[in-house]
């Protein structure tokens, strides 16, 4: 196959999860790259949002970084993901001692959606809510990212 008939969405969900990290060590780090660059492309599957409360805002403030200027920074200049790492590095005043990326990364690892959006994110997949359900953000929000490109990939 040549590609010639392959199409890409133009919105796209954002497929790293949350629990992933670059070699920095920062958990969702790469995520919010992503959503940042989809964001700035125009490409961000619609019901997310390129850097807003929630996660995204935890891991810059957790790093000493204003969100605005992340999001300012990955708009205008598309770094890769290795060349947004060394951005965050350079930031002044970044906190990226090991004992803060390990203090941040267990406030995302560690954090639960309300029960109510746990109870959509599970129904609109298809999962029971029982005791084998997932209950952290972290996995709710990958299965929330899978239904939705499921969605977009086979719809009619």
């Known amino acids: ?6 199409h890409i ?12 990290a670059g070699p920095l060590g920062v958990v969702h780090l790469p995520r ?3 959503k940042m660059l989809l964001g ?3 490409h961000l599957a ?8 929630g996660y995204d ?15 300012k920074f990955v708009h205008e200049h598309k770094p890769s993901y290795v060349a947004f790492e060394k951005w965050v590095k350079a930031y002044p005043g970044a906190k990226l001692d090991k004992e803060n990326i390990a ?3 267990a406030s995302i690892t560690g954090y639960n959606h309300d029960d109510g959006t746990r109870k959509e994110i599970l129904g609109a997949s298809g999962v029971a809510d029982d005791h084998t359900a997932a209950k952290g953000a972290c996995d709710l929000n990958n299965l929330d ?11 009619h």
């Open 32 to 34: 919010l790259w992503l």
């Open 103 to 105: 203090k941040l990364n």
């Open 46 to 53: 619609e019901g997310y949002k390129d850097c807003g409360p």
């Open 40 to 42: 700035g492309t125009g």
């Open 57 to 71: 805002y935890m891991v810059c403030e957790g790093l000493g970084i204003k969100p605005d200027d992340a999001r």
């Open 145 to 155: 990212d899978w239904q939705t490109v499921h969605a977009a990939l086979t719809k």
């Open 9 to 20: 969405m133009d919105k796209i969900a954002p497929l790293i999860s949350s629990s992933t």
């Open 1 to 6: 196959m040549d590609g010639s008939n392959l």
